[in-house]
């Protein structure tokens, strides 16, 4: 009787490998949010097949709304996003690092071809796009110009996409985006590049138990491997995800240092 009462806690115990659990996936918002439900559909699709829980994306209207829900962490039970806020949740919220993507990613301030500007200075009172602060981008435009009197005029963008746009359709002067964005458009200049940071990140909260978390790992990094995950990877336009630890991430939460709620 007693090795059947000790074998009934056991499984108990590890009832998630038993049953499916029902998880969320919040990713940044860097695309409107009906986007980012269809973007990134087939990782949560992939992740579902391969670990045998239910993962669905959870989407955010803009990064105001994304950072007051992740610091009550509705809706984080695993997350893909930037390194700031990885490493706010791993120090603030107990977060466990699981996989990155692969490279850095920096931000570079741009005007339209026309308008040949050399120094941020020069932008000082011109509208600038940028996507509502605290997305990386938006910070990083705010540390260029550190006194209030002195600033760009900003105009929040629906995505990088929109920035560009807004440059090149004049609606704009100029547009704080992605680094690798740049290349794709002929009629910009290049005013500077910020330092680069690591590349998303997903991690997982501290309820979702060890051997999930380990499936979910496993089905990242051995995506590059496998049909299914190469299908995905394609789908999402990701090379791969390459292990990583909390440790990649430390210090860059200090960004988010002058954001109300930190």
Known sequence: MKQVMIAGLFLLLNSSTLSALDLSLSIQPVLPKADILHAYQ???DYLTKQTGHNISIKAH????????????KKGFDLTLDAAHFTDYRVNKLKYTVLAKLPDTVSFTLVTHEDNLVLDAE??????????VSPSV???????????????PRFIYALDSLDAVQ??????????????GLVANFEKLNSVLTTDSLPHMAFSASPEIPADVAEKIQLALLSAKNTPEGKAMLEK????????????DYAGYKSLLQDTLGY
């Open 137 to 151: 981008g938006a910070i990083r435009l705010l540390s260029l110009f550190p006194d209030p009197m002195r600033q």
């Open 122 to 131: 020069e932008l000082i009172l011109k509208k600038i796009a940028t996507m």
């Open 236 to 247: 999402l336009n990701f090379v791969s995800f390459e292990r990583s630890s909390n440790k």
């Open 61 to 72: 209207s803009n990064f105001l709304t994304y950072w007051s829900s992740l610091r009550q």
């Open 42 to 44: 087939p990782l949560a």
């Open 166 to 179: 807004q440059v090149i359709s004049g609606e704009a002067f100029a547009a704080i985006i992605p680094t």
